[in-house]
């Protein structure tokens, strides 16, 4: 017989002298534990604020680079690069889950030095380049180079392939 639910399962048996015995045991089926990490966001920048990672069932404990083992996940503890965080719920129908969390470098941005300038000239100030998204104060230009032609201070916020964002300003 192949128990798959709770119960108490008996079982008569008659020899060749026609003499019975019975036994009984009982079988208790426990739901398996679900360990499936929940957290929807496995990217960050390295400069992220700690998140608090969740899964689909309370209990278990959390291991891994640069994650608590309450399950807070510091990016910048963890460092860049790829880092398995795997929860395990410990039992006799316990389970465990592994993701894959990246921390990606924040990108880096120089507008270079402070300048002066004529009455009537302009001055190109460059972002550098290989960035998804340049935002620039105060034009809100979305280009790589802006034209000064007024004393202001101007600053950039670029963001790159990983969704991560860099601010310089002169």
Do not use: M, R
């Not at 994650?67 to 398995?84: E, K, Q, R, W, Y």
């Not at 009455?119 to 809100?140: E, K, L």
């Amino acid at each position: 017989i192949n128990a798959t639910t709770s119960n108490t399962y008996s079982v008569v048996v008659t020899d060749a002298n026609n003499c019975t015995a019975t036994d009984s045991k009982v079988v208790t089926v426990l739901p398996n534990d679900d360990a499936t990490i929940t957290t929807a966001i496995l990217s960050y920048c390295d400069y992220h604020a700690p998140v608090q990672f969740t899964s689909a069932q309370a209990g278990g404990t959390w291991s891994g680079t640069g994650i608590s083992p309450a399950g807070l996940f510091n990016p910048a503890t963890a460092g860049v690069g790829s880092h398995d965080i795997t929860y395990t719920i410990a039992g006799l129908c316990g389970d465990a889950n592994t993701v894959t969390v990246n921390v990606h470098p924040a990108p880096i941005v120089n507008i270079g030095e402070d300048v002066t300038i004529c009455d009537g000239q302009s001055v190109t100030i460059d972002a550098g380049a290989g960035f998804v998204n340049y935002a620039w104060t105060p034009f809100g230009q979305g280009t790589q180079t802006i034209n000064a032609t007024t004393s202001n201070t101007y600053s950039v916020v670029v963001t790159d392939a990983n969704n991560c964002t860099a601010t310089d300003s002169k």
